[in-house]
């Protein structure tokens, strides 16, 4: 389902309309084959656009699907217009064409298979209409119903049961097909929503891997690509969320008592637009606009693939932004930013580096707090340290920094459980983290590092992001892909009044990385296919060359509808009156003996149209009891059916007797036979 | 056997003679009643001649004359002749064999297609010109033609538009072996046809070519006949196909044939049952088609499964 009704209903006439007009199309096998070709070349073309254009690049093959009816429409056309009543069906295969052609030119005799396509359309078209994202599933339940009931209700004879135990059975089916659609749509269609760049990443919680176990399994996909402006220098972290409550492996953000909710926490970011008539979005509450868009701040665009409510990773003293084909764009208290995008792929240019934050200033009660199990441990780490009695924030970021670099190691396999043993002591994966075992990823030693500082009296907050590590520097540009995925703290620098990045992680944690990671050896292909699609669908999108393809495909379509139109024109036929009038006059007149049709056929078979009653009846004679009430009543019927002069009633209540007992006998013979 | 009706009576006596093709028998007795002629192809030896003797025999007050075709026939041998009587100085006209209730045309394919024609349209008429003289045959004219499968040496294949005129082609064929022994043994002393009785009157026979116009015939089946005959014309492998001749001709001998099954209406059996020998012999097949070896009967016999029969 397309959801295109127009479409629908047009292809719908134009298929109908066969029954009642006498223009046809005598098409050869190469005009058969030409149709699929059409519709082949329709089907690849609208395969292609789909995956250029969807963000979930796995729906592309069921939006296709549902555009089916749409895209065989050619196939259809000939089998409907064409003189003959079906197609063959090698055209539907180069190497049976090839064989056939080859076969021809040798003399070779080759039975073609004929197919009526009709059929298959119509099966194309219940499952297109169950696909795409007009379909409803309300609508299948009671046509499966309707659908299967109907037959089964018209191949029984009027019996109340019988009708209703065929219902039953349709609606068993139904539901059975409905469960197993659910299931099919559930399991294989939105499977690929969470793998878009930063829809993994939740504004008001992150679920990290502290207290698992086993390697961290990460992306190698590009997420973000950046364009630095010539000169600028890079930016090293790009901030997507911060968070402020840690519990058992889990950060989330907490709000101090009396604020609004979570949901309204989100606020719509001020616009300025400036002289040069460009309009930015100041990522800054109380931002000076002229200060935020100042042309000196350094800068860089970023190209992605998003969702709706994607969170849009910029330096954590991000100014202002500019140029995103947006909706709508909030931020809530922790300077999350998060946004609304017209398109799957957006572009734009982020401004940063005027030492200034986005975030409220802190709430003590929340950002020093120290979970009450792991505060013991904590403050002996600290104690040891001597973090509380350093005089400033960056000798105490030193400290902390410097105990990690030279006592802990980098490593992305997990081998700290959250609780292996009640009894011992510490019991917590942080706290084993920082007193045993000093081995792990980015998320242990971000909140490590936070607990610390909170403990010493800093407002810390967590904070995921990604690490720009892969820079080219000649050409300006960075990539960030999904293992450069990274957490680390934001700590209040009250001297300043702002919020700065601290990483705790040793630095060599992503050489560390790579090395065991290794290269794939397909992952140019990868970044080339993505590379590739973004920059087409953006290049595309633009509205000048929107205008520029709209206008090519226009003509191309309309050239090549021209020319089938052309050709049709030329080679139409019409269909002379008596092959339509062939059908045979039909007698209103039914006796006993036809009503008897459908009990007879259950033991005969169905009857060739060329076979008259009688002829078809004879061998009943051997088959029942007494086998002269069938040649009486054969001779009435004829009698009664094909005499034109007018016969007597009881002639008719005769006939009506002899094909009850008949039937009798016949119910008795079919029951014998199952 | 006075107490079985005319049709019964005919039949029964033509069988007693010619052993072996009671099918046959009746579709030709009934396109004589329904006043049609019929062409014979058929081996020389099956019964042919034997069969058009036994009709005339059984006829009282019929007349039978046999012509052989022969390449070297005239018109004149068949229609008559008139010749300049000496005496009284004037030309007098010698009737052919044509002037017969019942006629047997043996080999009509080893004559002339000239001589044909004569023969042919006289058929048509019932009647002859000669001389700018009409000649009328009266009310039983009943031609039997045989012919020769058109393979054999030394014929000339009818026209087309000249096999359109006989109502019904058919073939007698060779009997079985049981039905051969009978036909040596009847002919031991003399043949049985020398010893056959005439059974009905020709006032008779003209009466039942009356009830065979009277037999019912319904609007239904009149658009199966067309239905039928008009389903030749979308065969690709038909060249020439079945005219308005055949329909007309196909409810005639169905009517007639009804009467012999002692219906006063048309079934669609009946028609299926003739529709065959009526259609096939109008059709002229596409070269290609002939090569492929399909035959005029086999593509009625097609037809008449494909048409939808009323029930």
């Known amino acids: 389902m397309t959801g295109n009704v127009i479409a629908a209903v047009l292809l719908a006439v134009i298929v109908e309309t066969a029954h009642f007009v006498r223009l046809r199309w005598n098409f050869d096998d190469h005009g058969y084959a030409r149709s699929w070709h059409l519709s082949t070349i329709a089907i690849i073309v609208l395969l292609v656009v789909f995956w250029l254009d969807d963000s979930h690049r796995s729906l592309a093959v069921s939006r296709v699907m549902g555009w089916l009816p749409v895209l065989l429409f050619p196939v259809q056309f000939t089998q409907s217009y064409g003189l003959q009543t079906s197609i063959p069906l090698n055209i539907f295969s180069f190497f049976a064409r090839q064989r056939y052609e080859r076969n021809l030119r040798h003399g070779l005799q080759e039975s073609v298979i004929k197919l009526n396509f009709g059929n298959a359309y119509l099966v194309i078209t219940l499952v297109?209409?169950?696909?795409?994202e007009q379909a409803n599933p309300y609508f299948y339940l009671p046509g499966i119903v309707l659908l299967i009931g109907w037959p089964m209700v018209r191949n029984r004879r009027k019996r109340p049961a019988g009708v209703l135990f065929a219902l039953f059975i349709a609606t068993l089916f139904a539901l059975t097909g409905q469960a197993t659609l659910h299931f099919a749509t559930s399991?294989?269609?939105y499977r690929g929503k969470d793998s878009g760049s930063g829809t993994g990443l939740d504004a008001k919680t992150s679920h990290t891997q502290i207290g698992k176990l086993g390697d961290i399994k990460v992306s190698r996909d590009i997420l973000w690509r950046l364009k630095i402006r010539k000169g600028d220098p890079f930016p090293s972290l790009l901030r997507a969320a911060?968070?402020?409550r840690y519990i058992n492996g889990t950060w989330d953000t907490r709000l101090p008592p009396g604020s609004r909710s979570l949901v309204l926490d989100f606020q719509d970011l001020s616009a300025y637009g400036t002289s040069d008539s460009e309009d930015y979005y100041l990522i800054r509450a109380n931002a000076d606009g002229k200060e935020a868009t100042l042309p000196t701040l350094p800068r860089f665009s970023i190209r992605g693939s998003v969702n709706n409510k994607s969170l849009l990773p910029m330096p954590g003293n991000a100014a202002s932004i500019k140029d995103f084909e947006l909706d709508g764009i909030e931020r809530?208290?922790?300077?999350?930013?998060?946004?609304?995008?017209?398109?799957?792929?957006?572009?734009?240019?982020?401004?940063?580096g005027d030492h200034q934050s986005p975030e409220v200033p802190p709430w003590?009660?929340?950002d020093l707090a120290v979970i009450r199990s792991e505060s013991r441990t904590v403050a002996e780490v600290v104690e040891s340290l001597g973090l509380k009695s350093a005089p400033t924030l960056d000798e105490k970021l030193n400290i902390v920094k410097r105990w990690f670099d030279q006592n802990f190691t980098y490593t992305r396999y997990l081998s700290i459980p959250a609780f292996y043993d009640a009894s011992a002591n510490p019991t917590t994966a942080i706290s084993q983290f920082l007193t045993t075992d000093r081995k792990g990823h980015c998320e242990y030693f971000a909140t490590a590092a936070t607990l610390l500082l909170r403990e010493a009296g800093v407002p810390t907050r967590y904070t995921i992001g990604f690490a720009v590590r892969e820079t080219d520097p000649k050409d300006g540009t960075a990539v960030i892909r999904g293992e450069h995925c990274h957490a680390w703290c934001r700590v209040w620098d009250e001297k300043n009044g702002i919020w700065k990045d601290f990483d705790p992680t040793p630095g060599n944690w992503f050489a560390l990385e790579e090395q065991r990671l290794g290269k794939s050896s397909f992952q140019w292909l990868a970044d080339g296919l993505l590379i590739a699609r973004e920059d087409f669908f953006l290049w595309r999108n633009r509205p000048k060359n929107q205008l520029i393809i709209s206008i090519i495909v226009t003509i191309l379509a309309v050239g090549a509808l021209i020319v089938i139109i052309r050709r049709l024109a030329k080679s139409r036929h019409v269909v002379h009156e008596h092959q339509s009038a062939e059908s045979v006059f039909e007698s209103n007149i039914r006796t006993a003996l036809n009503e008897l049709e459908p009990t007879a056929k259950k033991i005969l078979?169905?009857?060739?149209?060329?076979?008259?009653?009688?002829?078809w009846l004879l061998p009943l004679q051997g088959l029942i009891a007494a086998p002269e009430l069938v040649a009486e009543a054969i001779t009435l019927h004829q009698k009664l059916r094909f005499d034109p002069a007018p016969s007597s009633k009881s002639v008719?209540?005769?006939?009506?007797?002899?094909?009850?007992?008949?039937?009798?006998?016949?119910?008795?013979?079919?029951?014998?036979?199952? | 056997m006075p107490d079985l009706p005319t049709p019964a009576r005919l039949e029964q006596a033509v069988c007693s003679v010619v052993r072996g093709q009671e099918p046959v028998i009746r579709r030709i007795l009934a396109t004589m009643i329904s006043g049609g002629h019929v062409l014979l192809e058929d081996y020389p030896g099956t019964g042919k001649t034997t069969m058009a003797k036994a009709i005339a025999a059984a006829i009282s007050g019929s007349v039978f004359k046999r012509v052989q075709f022969t390449p070297d026939l005239l018109p004149s041998d068949i229609l008559g002749i008139s010749v300049l009587d000496p005496r009284s100085q004037e030309f007098r006209f010698h009737p052919g064999p044509i002037f017969t209730n019942i006629l047997l045309a043996d080999e009509i394919n080893r004559a002339s297609p000239r001589t044909q024609s004569a023969l042919l349209e006289a058929m048509a008429e019932g009647q002859a010109t000669i001389e700018g003289e009409r000649h009328d045959f009266g009310s039983l004219f009943f031609v039997i033609a045989t012919q020769n499968p058109v393979e054999f040496r030394g014929t000339y294949p009818l026209p087309e538009a000249q096999m359109d005129r006989f109502a019904l082609q058919c073939t007698l064929g060779y009997v079985s072996a049981a039905e051969e022994v009978a036909i040596l043994a009847d002919q031991v002393q003399t043949?049985?046809?020398?010893?056959?009785?005439?059974?009905?009157?020709?006032?008779?026979?003209?009466e039942l070519m009356d009830a065979a116009k009277k037999i019912r015939f319904s609007e239904e089946l009149r658009h199966y006949t067309v239905a039928l005959v008009a389903a030749t014309r979308s065969r690709p492998e038909v060249q020439l196909p079945a005219s308005p001749r055949a329909s007309l001709a196909l409810m005639k001998v169905s009517q007639a044939l009804a009467l012999f099954e002692g219906l006063d209406f048309v079934s669609p059996e009946i028609i299926q049952s003739v529709a065959v020998d009526v259609i096939a012999h109008r059709l002229v097949l596409a070269p290609e088609a002939k090569y492929l070896g399909q035959n005029a009967r086999q593509i009625v016999e097609d037809i008449i499964a494909q048409t939808p029969v009323p029930v």
Not at chain 1, 605 to 615: A, E, H, V, W
Request: charged share 20%; aromatic share 6%; hydrophobic share 30%.
């Open chain 1, 605 to 615: 078979g169905p009857r060739p149209p060329g076979q008259s009653l009688p002829q």
């Open chain 1, 364 to 366: 003590p009660q929340q």
């Open chain 1, 128 to 132: 297109a209409s169950t696909l795409g």
């Open chain 1, 332 to 352: 809530n208290s922790f300077g999350t930013i998060r946004i609304y995008p017209q398109n799957p792929i957006i572009d734009g240019t982020i401004l940063w």
């Open chain 1, 187 to 189: 399991k294989y269609s």
């Open chain 2, 191 to 206: 043949h049985p046809v020398d010893q056959l009785e005439p059974v009905v009157s020709r006032d008779e026979i003209l």
């Open chain 1, 242 to 244: 911060s968070y402020n």
């Open chain 1, 652 to 674: 008719k209540d005769r006939l009506q007797s002899l094909a009850d007992q008949i039937r009798e006998q016949l119910d008795r013979l079919a029951d014998a036979k199952a």
